[in-house]
């Protein structure tokens, strides 16, 4: 593993343990060339999996991207990050067990969508408020009336 500072090819585990799911393995590394120490995480990866963009683009699937984007619509939200993680490793195992190995953004929004929904109304409307590319505050009141609607 190459190290984030010096970036010298030589480093050294100093601990192992299982993550609290029991999804991944936390190492600490340890640099031999300037001694900085830092954490990396091996996960079991099902199958390589490509994103299709709207636009016909592809890209590989980043799990960190889509941590990323639920960790922003979750900011300052009451769930715990351990949760979060628990929703990420779902929808990235049922990507990976789906069989295909190119998935359509639209699927992953969805996922995510739904995956918020149960988590956290108001980081579900974040999110949407991106992923639906909300214009003006009554695309926000027409969204919130039909959560209200589906709730009833």
Known sequence: MRCPFCGNNDTQVKDSRPTEDNNAIRRRRQCVNCGARFTTFERVQL????VVKTNGKRETFDRDKL?????IALRKRPVEPERIERVVNGIVRRLESSGESEIPTTLVG???MDALASLDQVAYVRFA??????REARDFEEFIEKLDEESE
Do not use: A, K, Q
């Open 110 to 112: 969805e996922l995510i």
């Open 67 to 71: 941590l990323r984007s639920m960790t």
């Open 47 to 50: 199958r390589e999996l490509t």
């Open 129 to 134: 408020s991106v992923y639906r590319n909300f």
